[in-house]
T-cell receptor, first 116, second 110 residues
Framework: SAVISQKPSRDICQRGTSLTIQCQVD?????MFWYRQQPGQSLTLIAT?????????ESGFVIDKFPISRPNLTFSTLTVSNMSPEDSSIYLC?????????????FGPGTRLTVL | QKEVEQNSGPLSVPEGAIASLNCTYS??????FFWYRQYSGKSPELIMS????GDKEDGRFTAQLNKASQYVSLLIRDSQPSDSATYLC??????????FGKGTRLSVIA
């Protein structure tokens, strides 16, 4: 399975500022994703990070608010822009590698964001 | 819209019992099915994957898939307090991102 690391692990930010979260995978992967998880809630997919092209965003999420980069097959960043307290959440990076002929998806440890 | 349904729980079982977690999905074309375990404050951890009808066993865990009924389950034998967590069912259809259920919270009582 792929090993995924995220930086920072947590942060406390002021309203109106931006935070960039980094995600590093220890092997080349086909797909990378960004999720958000509110306390006690399930996972919400923000976007699929595409290598070399613009990310594919889910309904309710836009590039201006959550710009994403994926410059290569092992690294991606998510920026949370112009933050408000409603953005307080855990942000999870996920990668899909290949296990035999099937793809399995693994998660990083998450970034706990608090916006004051 | 593709949906994955799980009973939110909490599901409480005594230590040593079998815990049975259930999941239904709406997309009949779904091909891959996964169970994740998530401890409080941690990220989801993949514990089982299943791709064809029938049972798949891995240690104390057994995943069961019935595509005709659009139903996938996870059995945990000899449940331990350390199994207490939220279990997420996830379903994949072709080249689309996983669709996650809301999770079932399992509590194993010592």
């Amino acid at each position: 399975s792929a090993v995924i690391s995220q930086k920072p692990s947590r942060d406390i930010c002021q309203r109106g500022t931006s935070l960039t979260i980094q995600c590093q995978v220890d092997s080349q992967v086909t797909m990378m994703f960004w999720y958000r998880q509110q306390p006690g809630q399930s996972l919400t997919l923000i976007a699929t990070a595409n290598q070399g092209s613009e990310a594919t965003y889910e309904s309710g999420f836009v590039i201006d608010k959550f710009p994403i980069s994926r410059p290569n097959l092992t690294f991606s960043t998510l920026t949370v822009s112009n933050m408000s307290p409603e953005d307080s959440s855990i942000y999870l990076c996920s990668a899909e590698g290949e296990s035999g002929t099937y793809n399995e998806q693994f998660f990083g440890p998450g970034t706990r964001l608090t916006v004051l | 819209q593709k949906e994955v349904e799980q009973n939110s729980g909490p599901l409480s079982v005594p230590e040593g019992a079998i815990a049975s977690l259930n999941c239904t999905y709406s997309d009949r074309g779904s091909q891959s099915f996964f169970w994740y375990r998530q401890y409080s404050g941690k990220s989801p951890e993949l514990i089982m994957s299943i791709y064809s009808n029938g049972d798949k066993e891995d240690g104390r865990f057994t995943a069961q898939l019935n595509k005709a009924s659009q139903y996938v389950s996870l059995l945990i034998r000899d449940s331990q307090p350390s199994d207490s967590a939220t279990y997420l069912c996830a379903v994949e259809s072709g080249n689309t991102p996983l669709v996650f259920g809301k999770g079932t919270r399992l509590s194993v009582i010592a």
